[in-house]
């Protein structure tokens, strides 16, 4: 299974930004994470999204990020809106994934992509 990252760059504070995520694979089933890590900073978990639709977010970007798939392709997006300075790090895609027709579960990690807001 690979995950393939799209849409980091740079965005004055209170833009946005789409991040993509695309697996491809032989997937049963598939549980995303986004992830991110700011320089000097500890990775930190960002927004869930699981196979049946439930989502979660972290406290700091809940009512401005929203995490969504479109199920056809295996493709999670990351919508964020009203972005600080404080948002600024590597995203990182993460999958816990089912394998198709095995049912074995395999944790993959895409190569990230910077997001950097700017004042």
């Known amino acids: 299974v690979q995950l393939v990252e799209s849409g980091g760059g740079l965005v004055q504070a209170g833009g946005s930004l789409r991040l993509s995520c695309a697996a491809s694979g032989r997937i049963f089933s598939l549980d995303v994470y986004w992830y991110r890590q700011a320089p000097g900073k500890q990775r930190e978990l960002v927004a869930t999204?699981?196979?049946?639709?439930?989502?979660t977010y972290a406290d700091s970007v809940k009512g401005r990020f929203t995490i969504s798939r479109v199920t056809a392709n295996d493709t999670v997006f990351l919508q964020m809106n009203s972005l600080k300075l404080e948002d600024t790090a590597v995203y990182y895609c993460?999958?816990?994934?089912?394998?198709?027709?095995?049912?074995?579960?395999?944790?993959?990690w895409g190569r990230g992509t910077q997001v950097t807001v700017s004042s």
């Open positions: 993460n999958a816990n994934v089912t394998l198709w027709p095995e049912l074995t579960d395999v944790s993959t």
């Open positions: 999204i699981t196979d049946d639709g439930s989502t």
